[in-house]
């Protein structure tokens, strides 16, 4: 044993073709006599995929030739030894890289093993499910160190090429320090400000090595998309969505990670962006998930309805009325037996009236039914009571200019925000105001009063930490600011578009209600306030 030990210890990719070709015959040969050397064989040739930061001095080719000849090895091995794919899994997750490591570290492995997925399609999903787990490691890893600095970082994107030589991050030189100065009151401020330079550096090596990862990622899913067959893609698909509920859906720090599956969905809208969403739909309104799963569930729904520019106008309105209906639903059956607002009790509840007011502060416009034939077909479906019309007419509004009519989701909110459950108390403050600004400049609903008289009232609890305070300021697809990657992702994006400011029909009781309100952009930005490195980036 170790005999083949040291022979597996040989440096042989990097040497000529004739040397490459004997070695792989002779790594065939162990395991066709002896099975049990299939583990260090894996190992060593997994061990290859890292990035080498010393190329020998004999070498002859460059590291990506190497990493193809480790590649065909793999195969050949596995072609004698078909059962060796189980072996196989443990070894790629044995040499993982470890989140701290440098970003051709990261990029390397995960260019090699998505490869292998290629050729062994049976661990696909587990190779997967190992390249998202460590891309939301490293990107909560990155919202945490982010909560403790307020200073701007430089990011310079990763170039992928991994035949060039790389400089190891933690090595890299700091600037020299002059005029160094003995006096004490100076000591504590020049060690804070070196933690504070250490903390931004660190950081943007994690937000480079991040971006490197989704890149190779988007790459992955496009070359998926574009050549392999309709089954090998949702089987992709379907193991991103299990993957998703996993390692994603609950890590409330993510910030980037997301945004695979996003992309994933807009490659076939019809199909996987209509499955997440009833996906997510049923995380929300079965009674038996944890509260934590429903109400992460309802901030992704309402970020991806808001941002996702590739769904149509029924989408978005279906959506809205499947969320509304449900939300009716509960106030029903909860309503009746209120004694005062628990924000813990009903958490869920006002989780999905939030993303209601977000999704429509986003994309009002698709939610304004734009000819007879959807005003005609909507309207055979009305079943809002005359009683709850009164208050605003959703239908078409209020005020002299308000010739817009409404989807059939929007009918019932006003009996939502008037409910005893009184979510515009309880939704994020951000939001809540974002919303009666809109709703009011959209003519669609004027909710002022209800917010005067909420000021009056006290409600326990109400802003301690807990899983819906966590949420209120999580918006999972916040911009994307990832440099070298963002590119798959802007196309498909849905920005903020601000309203205008023409509110000629604005009374002066108006005017004064909206003095502690920003403007229309800068309050619907506040919104985004989700962890974000291009705070400290840009």
Request: charged share 25%.
């Given at each position: 044993?170790?005999?083949?030990?040291a022979?597996?210890?040989?440096d042989?990719?990097f040497?000529?073709?004739?040397?490459?070709?004997?070695?792989?015959?002779?790594?065939?040969?162990?395991?066709s006599?002896?099975?049990?050397?299939?583990?260090?064989?894996?190992n060593?040739?997994v061990?290859g995929?890292?990035?080498?930061?010393?190329?020998?001095a004999?070498?002859k080719?460059?590291?990506?030739?190497s990493?193809e000849?480790?590649?065909e090895?793999l195969?050949?091995?596995?072609?004698?030894?078909?059962?060796?794919?189980?072996?196989?899994v443990?070894?790629l997750?044995r040499?993982?890289?470890?989140?701290?490591?440098?970003?051709?570290e990261?990029a390397?492995?995960?260019?090699n093993i998505?490869?292998i997925?290629e050729?062994?399609?049976?661990?696909?999903?587990?190779?997967l499910?190992l390249?998202?787990?460590?891309?939301?490691?490293?990107?909560?890893?990155?919202?945490?160190?982010?909560?403790?600095i307020q200073?701007d970082?430089?990011?310079d994107?990763y170039?992928?090429?991994?035949?060039?030589?790389?400089?190891s991050?933690m090595?890299?030189?700091?600037?020299d320090e002059d005029?160094e100065?003995?006096?004490?009151?100076?000591?504590?401020?020049?060690?804070?400000?070196?933690?504070?330079?250490?903390?931004?550096?660190?950081i943007?090596?994690?937000?480079?090595?991040?971006d490197?990862?989704?890149?190779?990622?988007?790459?992955?899913f496009?070359?998926?998309?574009?050549?392999?067959?309709v089954?090998?893609?949702?089987?992709?698909?379907y193991?991103?969505v299990?993957?998703f509920d996993r390692?994603?859906?609950k890590?409330?720090?993510?910030?980037?990670?997301?945004?695979l599956?996003f992309?994933?969905?807009?490659?076939?809208?019809?199909?996987?962006?209509?499955?997440?969403?009833?996906?997510?739909?049923?995380?929300?309104?079965?009674?038996?998930?944890?509260?934590?799963?429903?109400?992460a569930a309802?901030a992704y729904i309402?970020?991806?309805?808001?941002?996702?520019?590739?769904l149509e106008?029924?989408?978005?309105?279906?959506?809205?009325?499947?969320?509304?209906?449900?939300c009716?639903?509960?106030v029903d059956q909860?309503?009746?037996?209120?004694?005062?607002?628990?924000c813990?009790k009903?958490d869920?509840f006002?989780?999905?009236?939030?993303?209601?007011m977000?999704?429509?502060?986003?994309?009002?416009?698709?939610?304004v039914?734009?000819?007879?034939?959807?005003?005609?077909?909507?309207?055979?479906e009305?079943?809002?009571?005359?009683d709850?019309?009164?208050?605003?007419?959703?239908?078409?509004?209020?005020?002299?200019?308000?010739?817009?009519?409404?989807?059939?989701?929007?009918?019932?909110?006003?009996?939502?925000?008037?409910s005893?459950?009184?979510?515009?108390?309880?939704?994020?403050?951000?939001?809540?105001?974002?919303f009666?600004?809109i709703?009011?400049?959209?003519?669609?609903?004027?909710?002022?009063?209800?917010?005067e008289?909420?000021?009056?009232?006290?409600?326990?609890?109400?802003?301690?930490?807990?899983?819906?305070?966590?949420v209120?300021?999580?918006?999972?697809?916040?911009?994307?600011k990832?440099?070298?990657?963002?590119?798959y992702?802007?196309?498909?994006?849905?920005e903020?578009?601000?309203?205008d400011?023409?509110?000629d029909?604005?009374?002066?009781?108006?005017?004064?209600?909206?003095?502690?309100?920003?403007?229309?952009t800068?309050?619907?930005?506040?919104m985004?306030?989700?962890?974000?490195?291009?705070?400290?980036?840009e």
């Amino acid at each position: 044993m170790s005999l083949v030990e040291a022979a597996l210890q040989v440096d042989w990719s990097f040497r000529n073709r004739e040397f490459v070709n004997s070695y792989i015959d002779f790594l065939e040969n162990i395991v066709s006599a002896h099975a049990f050397y299939i583990v260090p064989i894996l190992n060593a040739i997994v061990g290859g995929f890292r990035f080498r930061h010393v190329v020998p001095a004999y070498s002859k080719v460059t590291r990506s030739v190497s990493y193809e000849r480790h590649h065909e090895a793999l195969q050949c091995i596995l072609q004698l030894i078909p059962t060796g794919v189980n072996s196989l899994v443990v070894c790629l997750v044995r040499h993982m890289p470890h989140k701290r490591f440098n970003t051709a570290e990261q990029a390397a492995y995960l260019k090699n093993i998505y490869t292998i997925s290629e050729y062994v399609p049976v661990i696909r999903r587990q190779i997967l499910g190992l390249a998202i787990d460590q891309m939301v490691r490293i990107d909560a890893q990155i919202q945490i160190e982010l909560d403790e600095i307020q200073e701007d970082v430089d990011i310079d994107p990763y170039d992928m090429n991994f035949d060039n030589d790389y400089m190891s991050e933690m090595s890299e030189d700091e600037e020299d320090e002059d005029n160094e100065d003995d006096d004490d009151e100076s000591i504590d401020s020049i060690a804070s400000l070196a933690e504070k330079n250490d903390t931004a550096k660190e950081i943007s090596f994690m937000v480079r090595k991040l971006d490197a990862m989704m890149n190779l990622s988007f790459q992955y899913f496009t070359k998926c998309y574009e050549n392999t067959t309709v089954d090998v893609q949702n089987d992709i698909f379907y193991a991103m969505v299990d993957i998703f509920d996993r390692v994603v859906l609950k890590t409330l720090k993510s910030r980037y990670t997301q945004f695979l599956l996003f992309y994933f969905c807009s490659l076939n809208v019809a199909v996987y962006s209509d499955h997440f969403l009833q996906h997510l739909i049923h995380h929300i309104t079965d009674p038996l998930k944890p509260s934590v799963t429903r109400v992460a569930a309802s901030a992704y729904i309402s970020s991806y309805v808001a941002r996702a520019k590739f769904l149509e106008s029924s989408t978005i309105q279906r959506t809205i009325l499947t969320l509304s209906s449900w939300c009716e639903s509960y106030v029903d059956q909860n309503e009746p037996t209120m004694k005062n607002l628990d924000c813990n009790k009903h958490d869920v509840f006002y989780a999905v009236v939030q993303a209601i007011m977000y999704i429509f502060c986003f994309r009002w416009r698709d939610l304004v039914l734009d000819n007879s034939l959807d005003i005609e077909e909507d309207l055979e479906e009305d079943t809002v009571s005359e009683d709850i019309r009164h208050i605003t007419h959703p239908e078409t509004g209020f005020g002299s200019a308000a010739p817009r009519v409404w989807c059939l989701g929007l009918r019932n909110i006003p009996r939502l925000v008037m409910s005893r459950l009184n979510p515009l108390k309880i939704c994020s403050p951000a939001v809540v105001r974002q919303f009666a600004k809109i709703a009011r400049s959209t003519h669609f609903m004027y909710v002022y009063p209800i917010l005067e008289k909420n000021r009056e009232i006290f409600v326990s609890g109400l802003g301690m930490s807990n899983t819906l305070q966590t949420v209120q300021t999580f918006f999972p697809f916040d911009p994307y600011k990832l440099e070298s990657s963002r590119g798959y992702i802007d196309r498909i994006y849905f920005e903020w578009i601000a309203e205008d400011d023409d509110e000629d029909d604005s009374s002066g009781d108006e005017d004064s209600e909206d003095e502690s309100d920003e403007d229309v952009t800068h309050g619907i930005m506040s919104m985004s306030i989700s962890p974000s490195p291009m705070n400290y980036l840009e």
